[in-house]
């Protein structure tokens, strides 16, 4: 009876890690499968509603359209500009109450008129 109960005990200390590292493959697998679809989302190749194939350019010009930006935490205007490709000055010009030193998060910047 004794045999049997460390044959038992033996056992599950064999098979418990063996477990964990069947565990451990199968969630590195999922991760690997993950994040290979998203590398393939890439803005080369979407598409847009219409099918017209959507560059990095094409997405800025888009950008540009929005009339308005939220600011973000830790947003500054040159941040600003280089996310909406509107320039600085444009900025300034279109937002003239606008404080650059005193940016205020979900603040409304005017990108165009």
Known sequence: MADHRRLR???ARI??????????VA???V????TDDQKSDTPERTTTQAGE??????????????PVY???????LGLIAEK?????????ELNPELDPQ????????KLRE
């Open 70 to 76: 939220r600011v973000k935490l830790n947003d500054t």
């Open 27 to 29: 969630i590195a697998m």
């Open 31 to 34: 991760i690997m499968s993950f």
């Open 102 to 109: 005193n940016l205020v998060v979900g603040q409304r910047v």
């Open 15 to 24: 098979v418990a890690p063996l477990a964990l590292v069947a565990c451990g």
């Open 53 to 66: 194939r959507t560059t990095p350019q094409n997405a800025t010009q888009r950008r540009n359209r929005r």
């Open 84 to 92: 909406t490709g509107v320039p600085v000055e444009r900025l300034q």
């Open 9 to 11: 005990r033996n056992t």
